[in-house]
């Protein structure tokens, strides 16, 4: 038996032997691709301190209601362009109806009261100097006129009470913009305080960004700042609008706010953005210190970034990195690539590790 299995290793070895120098022979002599390389190079601008926000409207409101009723009809969509003063939501006021009926009502009493006591206070008044009435009757009537009169007051602010209620039933646009949620729809019931209609200013837009305590000293209010969109890589600019200087309802992050500049219609309320903040104290940072490449040159497999360098011999090595911050279209390297080593920024064909490369 082991006369017949010696012969069979050997041809196994032989076979796998000849596989490799061929697969050797073949990558040795396909031809070479094609790449472009950089070199890793230390930040020398101005340093900066970068924070992730998300675009909002300047003017946003949850618009509500003060009264009780069933939605008789919503006049917008959402997307649709409104006006300051425009009608948004309709409520039932037939009981508002009925009881700016029965005021109108008592308003029209107190009227005749008033009028009548008018009348005999200024008779007893002329009584009075000619000494046919007494001071009695005089106090008397004065009394009964300044009671009419009040009467009639009260009634009349009754009525300016159902009238402000009817504000109420027909919801309006408090300013001009875009309506960005509806939560009701014809039949359902209104509360007070429940929200019918959300609706943002489409003339401005801002930036809302969490900073950390040890970033928040370096920012300044009226800073201007950088923007890039993430969604679309756009570049915008703004100053910083509002500084909080407290973060204890927002777990140790300061709220920040910018006013920006310049928008196009591409930009909307609640993408996503990175913000960069220039530092004024360079010796709070390390910004000079800091090793960045660009974004587009990374590769990643499951959950490794690394990025594809020059060998002996010009042949592409994959290098595992530890990145940090991302910086617009450049990301902090913290370990793996060291200063001024070059590395592949794009090839004409597809790279593996150990591939023939040709630097352009």
Request: glycine share 8%; net charge positive; charged share 20%.
């Amino acid at each position: 038996m082991k006369k017949i299995f010696i012969p069979i290793i050997a041809i196994a070895i032989s076979t796998l032997t000849s596989c490799n120098g061929e697969k050797k022979e073949a990558l040795a002599e396909s031809p070479a691709i094609v790449v472009k390389v950089s070199g890793a190079s230390q930040n020398d601008n101005s340093p900066f301190v970068s924070a992730s926000g998300k675009i909002e409207a300047e003017n946003s409101a949850n618009i509500s209601t003060r009264m009780m009723g069933y939605v008789t009809k919503v006049h917008v969509t959402v997307g649709q362009r409104v006006n300051a003063g425009q009608t948004l939501v309709s409520i039932n006021n037939s009981d508002l109806l009925a009881k700016k009926a029965q005021v109108d009502a008592s308003i029209l009493q107190a009227t005749a009261g008033y009028n009548n006591a008018k009348k005999d206070y200024d008779r007893f008044s002329n009584l009075f100097k000619q000494q046919s009435a007494s001071q009695k009757e005089l106090d008397d009537m004065t009394a009964r006129y300044e009671m009419a009169k009040a009467g009639l007051e009260g009634a009349k602010q009754m009525r300016n009470e159902v009238l402000a209620q009817f504000n109420y039933s027909n919801i309006t646009a408090p300013f001009s913009g875009v309506v960005t949620n509806t939560f009701v729809k014809e039949g359902d019931m209104a509360n007070p305080g429940m929200p019918l209609v959300s609706v943002e200013g489409a003339s401005k837009l801002q930036v809302t960004a969490m900073v950390s305590e040890n970033d928040i000293n370096a920012i300044k209010k009226g800073m201007p700042v950088k923007v890039l969109v993430k969604s679309s890589n756009k570049n915008l600019t703004g100053k910083v609008s509002e500084l909080s200087t407290s973060a204890t309802n927002t777990g140790g992050q300061y709220l920040v706010k910018i006013d920006l500049d310049k928008t196009d219609s591409s930009i909307l309320s609640g993408m996503f953005v990175n913000v960069q903040f220039p530092v004024e104290n360079q010796a709070n940072t390390t910004a000079n210190d800091m090793l960045l490449i660009p974004l587009t040159a990374l590769v990643k497999q499951g959950q490794l970034t690394g990025v594809y360098t020059i060998g002996t011999e010009n042949v592409a090595i994959l290098r595992w990195l530890r990145i940090g911050k991302t910086f617009g279209t450049q990301v902090e390297v913290l370990s793996g690539l060291s200063a001024n080593e070059q590395y592949i920024v794009s090839a004409e064909g597809k790279l593996f590790n150990g591939a023939k490369v040709s630097v352009q």
